[in-house]
């Protein structure tokens, strides 16, 4: 059985004050329920890791981006040292909303997966279609070639040391889901994917999914075999909601 992971993703919500109380009402909330059958993982904006590592205790923390340089002149940069060093052991990469907005494509995205395992940071790859592409009967070809992509060339040790996400674009903050049996179906193929890849790691690496998970649907998505997990996005800014995240990753 692999450890399911739920991981918010706060984009761009709270400022650090805001992020310290949060973390004081999680952490009540969480001695009610048992939390030991899954790890909690929080990507933050990077100003609130510094406030926030006082958490470590009882979630992980992580950047939602890094850069692909090590260091130098690259003013609004972080890098995966910068983020290692306040604590994150765990960073988006590859964030559709990175993609679409700021144009971040495979080749870039397949560097700052090198960086942040040179740091011993787990990166999360970020893969997913758009509607148009799903319409369009393309939805695998695009993630596959996604996936090879931004893994190409890279290694590592352990199957913990990476960690892909599929994510919809379609159904990102648009209450739109893939029905349970379409999440799975992609998922499998990621898997099918990571083994050719690496065969040793493949069967425990964690594939989330992460196309508008919340309460209602979590614990159907998470029977599924090939989905470990989830990258949340608006149900992890309320305490209740993300606890019914962990509570359905059983």
């Known amino acids: 059985m692999i450890r399911p992971l739920i991981a918010g993703n706060w984009k761009m919500n709270k400022v650090p004050s805001e992020a310290a109380t949060w973390l004081g009402e999680l952490k009540e909330k969480l001695k009610q329920i048992d939390s030991s059958h899954v790890d909690i993982l929080l990507c933050v904006p990077a100003t609130h890791l510094t406030s926030m590592v006082a958490a470590q205790g009882f979630l992980a923390l992580g950047g939602q981006d890094l850069s692909q340089h090590e260091s130098g002149a690259y003013t609004g940069e972080v890098s995966a ?50 509607e148009t592409q799903r319409d369009a009967g393309k939805a695998k070809e695009v993630v596959i070639a ?40 992609m998922c499998a193929a990621i898997r099918g994917v990571l083994k050719e890849l690496y065969l040793a790691q493949a069967e425990g690496i964690r594939i989330l999914y992460g196309g508008s998970m919340k309460p209602s649907n979590a614990a159907e998505l998470l029977s599924k075999a090939d989905i470990n997990g989830g990258l949340i996005g608006g149900a992890s800014l309320k305490t209740d909601d993300l606890l019914a995240l962990v509570e359905a990753a059983k």
């Open 81 to 130: 040292a910068m983020l290692k060093d306040v604590g994150a052991s765990y960073a988006i990469v590859g964030h559709s909303e990175r993609r679409e907005y700021h144009k971040e494509n495979d080749g870039l995205l397949n560097a700052k997966v090198q960086k942040a395992l040179e740091h011993n940071l787990i990166p999360i790859l970020c893969v997913g279609e758009s």
């Open 146 to 185: 996604q996936l090879h992509a931004g893994l190409s060339g890279v290694s590592f040790e352990s199957s913990s040391d990476l960690v892909i996400a599929y994510e919809p674009i379609w159904a990102i903050g648009t209450g739109k889901t893939a029905t349970a049996d379409d999440a799975q179906e």
